[in-house]
């Protein structure tokens, strides 16, 4: 023990290459402090619940999983009072948007403390805002539905709550372009702000800052606009007839192969060009795709279409292949072979 108690235990432990049996080591190192070493023993779940329930605190709360720890905002939209119902309804909305889908949900309770749940799940690509407005517009429709008069509704999302109590304006100009109205593209303000600095009629100062935002990503060169992308990558932007012309050519042309929606996008801005609701019309195109319907489910199909090559007459067209270059030659001393075939005899 004198020997062991005169060691120095950390390097005794690192000079040390081989690491098996370090905690015996360790416990002849220690004994000279009464240390003795134990294994641990397994416990089981519910010795641990009850040490836990045994030794609980008195100022202990129980957890309420009656609405998730969200900040609830309140709106209060009253129509008309009605003797016949004192006490106001109350609606509670929300949604979900993820890689999964998109899903709306909204309970609307009675005075008399019933409750209505609606859920829905939405076929198009929307951001988590948008499925806020979706759950708030399909709740008040099944009140209205319902001849509800006075309502409190409830939710989670500052952005909705705030606009329907007028407190936030929002602007959605030129984000979000259907048609166009009066046969002009949708760039048309931006290109006048460009060039002239001038702003549309009956224009809001949100208006014209939002407008004056969108201006700061697009370049122009004479009569044509272009959008100037992340990597400074300039894209021609184009009207809603042009554009029906790109998604034609790019899905279904010479060249095209069918992409799917996302892909048809970016294939798109590939070739150079943009358009506000480029994503959008692009997965709406390929969805009213005839031939994407009917042949989705070959997968083993090429994909793009063959294109056969018709000769009038005889010897008229030809066509060579070579194979090559042969090792070990040939017995008659050949290295390539020439392949040639007439297109109309075969």
Not at 148 to 163: H, K, M, N, P, W
Request: glycine share 4%; aromatic share 12%.
């Amino acid at each position: 023990m004198w020997l062991v108690a005169k060691l120095d235990p950390i390097k005794y432990i690192f000079e040390k290459l081989v690491l098996f049996g370090r905690i015996a080591r360790w416990q002849v190192l220690v004994s000279e402090y009464d240390i003795v070493y134990v294994s641990k023993k397994s416990i089981k779940r519910s010795a641990i619940a009850d040490f836990l329930t045994d030794r609980a605190t008195e100022d202990y709360e129980p957890v309420s999983f009656d609405f998730p720890d969200e900040d609830l905002m309140a709106i209060l939209h009253i129509e008309k009072d009605d003797p016949n119902e004192p006490n106001p309804w109350k609606m509670y909305f929300d949604g979900a948007s993820n890689a999964l889908g998109h899903g709306i949900g909204t309970v609307l309770v009675s005075p008399n403390e019933k409750y209505y749940p609606a859920t829905a799940r939405l076929n198009f690509n929307c951001t988590n805002n948008m499925v806020e407005y979706e759950a708030l517009l399909m709740g008040l429709q099944a009140a209205i539905e319902m001849k509800v008069r006075t309502i409190e509704v409830y939710g989670d999302s500052a952005l909705v709550i705030c606009q329907m109590k007028e407190i936030y304006e929002v602007s959605i100009h030129c984000l979000y372009v259907e048609e166009e109205v009066d046969g002009k593209p949708w760039y048309h303000d931006i290109m006048q702000y460009i060039r002239h600095q001038a702003y549309p009629e009956n224009a809001t100062d949100n208006d014209k800052w939002t407008l004056r935002r969108l201006a700061t990503g697009f370049f122009l060169s004479g009569e044509v606009l272009y959008k100037r992308c992340q990597d400074q990558v300039l894209l021609r932007c184009v009207d809603a007839t042009e554009a029906n012309k790109i998604m034609e050519e790019v899905h279904e042309g010479t060249c095209g192969a069918h992409f799917n929606g996302h892909m048809l996008a970016r294939q798109i801005m590939r070739a150079g060009y943009y358009w506000l609701t480029l994503e959008s019309n692009c997965i709406n195109f390929v969805r009213r795709c005839h031939k994407c319907q009917i042949y989705a489910d070959r997968i083993h199909a090429p994909l793009a279409p063959l294109h056969v090559f018709t000769a009038p007459w005889p010897f008229s067209m030809w066509g060579m292949d070579v194979i090559g270059l042969i090792t070990p030659k040939a017995s008659n001393g050949h290295r390539f072979i020439l392949v040639a075939i007439d297109y109309f005899t075969k």
